[in-house]
């Protein structure tokens, strides 16, 4: 294109450095449409046949699909009511539209998606200028028919994206679950979005897949087009657009010496994670996707203190997954973990995001209808939720963790049901182990005040750090203006962990911490010197977390996080640490930088 | 070619069920098929569903039918029938 030649060269923007690690490669942009994410994929001459291919087996199937909902229809309603599909299966047949698909991905030579997406998109527009408002409103069946092609075409039609000849870095809006599924991982040097904090799903997925991310970047989707040549570092947040050769060359000697550093602190994943004078730690793993557990033994996680059971619920809606696809997914958790256990983790959304009827998108989420709160009014849905967990707990030894509790009654109402559950399944002679521990998230400053007395009716205690630290600071993350306002090591933080620490051990009740603060090793070192013991967290850190706990003097970093609580201010927090942990243990952090 | 003019006259106008008729009657011949609103000049394809549509003739509207090729008498005549018995719209409550 004739544009590119006077488009900018190093364009450079920051947003959140989401997961670390240096991406330098070629942009591949996804787009999204309703509940659909696809490419933009410039294809080769050969290639533009098998996309006309897969373009008319999917016109073909998208008929079939309408024909069958015509005849359903005709049946149930009458025949009348049947002439809208009418209207989409011609549309489907239309030589016009079909033709303009057609050429559409013969002259730009683009994938299926693209051409279906660009032309109903110009179609769309022709029919919102027509004058009749009745024929306006068809254009929302246009867009209909689009969304079901696209829908054949995400299926067993899918662009076979190991067909691309390089490695790419997604640019995107926000990187969806279902998407992530379908990715290969091998190809994906990293992933640039507009969207999103830190714990924001593509940040989450990203360092569970130990992808290097930038987040939030607001608008790098409009100023980059697949094929671009762009850097992205995970580190600073940055991202550069079509750099000049000797950017590039920087940044890959970068890229290489970082993963020989990487590959290095991996070889000792078989040691334990004790300090120098002699206390172990425990170290689990966040997990999100079931495939992840095939990754445990390889980071050295002692099982899993955190399945986020709401990522099983998202590639799935508006459909929710049944018992026995979340009993097999619970079972494959307790046989990978074995003795060391795997705690899951109710699911926590929002009413707006199961699609059900009467629950709908909130002005402010964060504080409204979700995890328990809406576990306990969907109570089939948690019902369900338990009752596969507890078949699973058959083959291994899992505990359930309520999120968001905020009053002991939640906790109560839970444990009541959890109850009831495991009555009935006696009754009906369903084999399931019962014994299973149930623990409270603590997420909510409420329930970290109350810890006492959530810990005399709970099982176990979690401290979840990213909702914690959230609602402690009332700072939203993913809010770019205030997102420097989110302060892990915040004294009002640090002191209010040192005190569920220290309300544990007065109640004898088991604390663990899980969070994104735990992957950071300055954070890590400052929770334990504040007194907790299993910290869980995203596996591809853990080697780098059992190395900087390999390196210290518990001791010592117990007086001096009790020195850092005194401090007025995060900052302060950090100096201190930056200041003092090169000293103490020089062999890990005086090469690591101070910024974490 | 064959060319005959007709009066929509059915209540809501070529909107997708009358279209849709319209189109499928069409399609069963080799003839082409075009439509002219003769107020506007502006034409469609017959065989095309979209290109129907977006002709937007409402009742009242007078469009010019013309077929060409082998069939285009019965094609021609066939589609005048469609449109004067109101596509069979008094049977239904017309929701679409």
Known sequence: MASSKTRARDLKMTGLAASPGIGVGRALRLDERGRHQFYYIEVSAAQVRTEIRRLREALGEAREQLEEIKVRLARELGYEHSYILDAHLLMLEDKNLVGELEQEIRARRVNAEWAVRSVTDRVVKAYKQVKDAYLRERASDIEDVSARLLTVLSGHTKFDL????????????????????????????????????????????????????????HDVTRRVKTGDPMILDGESGEVIIRPTKPLMRAFLERRDLKARQRRGRQTDTARPAETLDGTRMTLRANVELPTEVESLALFGAEGIGLYRSEFMFLNRLPELPSEEEQYLVYRRLAEATGSAGASIRVFDLGGDKLSLEGFEQEQNSAL??????????????????????????????????LPLISTINELREAKRIIQDVKGEMAEGSVEHNALLPVGVMIEVPAAAMLADIFAREADFLSIGTNDLIQYLLAVDRANEHVAHLYQPLHPAVLRTIAYLVRTAQAEGVSLELCGEMAANPIHAIALIGLGVRTLSLTPASIPLVKNAIRSIDL?????????????????????????????????????????? | MQERKVT???????????????????????????????????TADGKSILSVLLLAASRGTTVFIRTDGPDEERAANALVELVEGKFGEETSDGLF
Do not use: Y
Not at chain 1, 175 to 201: C, K, Q, Y
Not at chain 1, 382 to 387: A, E, I, N, P, S
Not at chain 2, 26 to 40: G, H, I, K, W, Y
């Open chain 1, 162 to 217: 190991s067909a691309m000849e390089q490695d790419v870095i997604i640019v995107a809006e926000d990187i969806w679950p279902s998407t992530v599924a379908e990715l290969d991982f091998n190809r994906v040097l990293g992933f640039a979005t507009n969207a999103g904090g830190m714990t924001s799903h593509s940040a989450i997925i990203a360092r569970a897949l130990g992808i290097p991310a930038c987040v939030g970047l």
């Open chain 1, 368 to 401: 409204g209808l979700r995890a328990i709160r809406l576990a306990l009014k969907v109570e089939d849905i948690f019902r369900t939720q338990l009752r596969a967990i507890l078949r699973a707990n058959m083959e291994g030894n899992l505990r359930v963790v």
């Open chain 1, 555 to 596: 001791g010592q970093v117990r007086s001096l996080m009790s020195d850092a609580m005194k401090l007025a201010s995060a900052d302060e927090v950090e100096s201190l640490l930056a200041r003092e942990l090169p000293r103490q243990a020089p062999q890990f952090f005086a090469a690591w930088p101070a910024q974490g």
């Open chain 2, 8 to 42: 929509i006259s059915n209540r809501l106008g070529l909107h997708a069920r009358a279209a849709a008729q319209l189109v499928r009657r069409a399609s069963q011949f080799t003839s082409t098929v075009e439509l002219l609103r003769q107020d506007t000049r502006q």
